[in-house]
């Protein structure tokens, strides 16, 4: 059974930083892209970034840029999103997700993706 679970999400200020994960099991995504998207209250998910599948190259919305950084450890199947000056509109449920193609290169688009975690909650204080 495929599983991606998230975990570091929490309450922070602004300006401050957390760092999530996505564990996966169940099989291996070391060829495939990953992503985050987030969710807030009252809105449509949406994409945060991504990471082609040999990490070699990341997008990001430009919300985002200069701020957050994707990683991934093929060998410990995890991706990670590092979130630096958080702001409160920052505020959403975070979700991983995992490529359904092969040696994808990442994707913006919520649909490429075949495979999602149960979402971690970030809440960004003023």
């Known amino acids: 059974q495929v599983q991606l679970v998230e975990s570091g999400g929490g309450l922070v200020q602004a300006g401050g930083s957390l760092r999530l994960s996505c564990a996966a099991s169940g099989r291996t995504f070391s060829s495939y892209a990953m992503g985050w998207f987030r969710q807030a209250p009252g809105k449509e998910r949406e994409f945060v970034a991504a990471?082609?599948?040999?990490?070699?190259?990341?997008y990001y919305a430009d919300f985002v840029k200069g701020r957050f950084t994707i990683s991934r450890d093929g060998a410990e199947n995890t991706m990670y999103l590092q979130m630096n000056s958080l702001e409160p509109q920052d505020t959403a449920v975070y979700y991983c997700?995992?490529?359904?193609?092969?040696?994808?290169?990442?994707?913006?688009?919520?649909?490429?993706?075949?495979?999602w975690g149960q979402g971690t909650q970030v809440t960004v204080s003023s």
């Open positions: 997700a995992a490529d359904s193609r092969v040696s994808s290169s990442g994707s913006s688009w919520y649909g490429d993706y075949a495979y």
């Open positions: 990471i082609s599948w040999s990490g070699g190259t990341a």
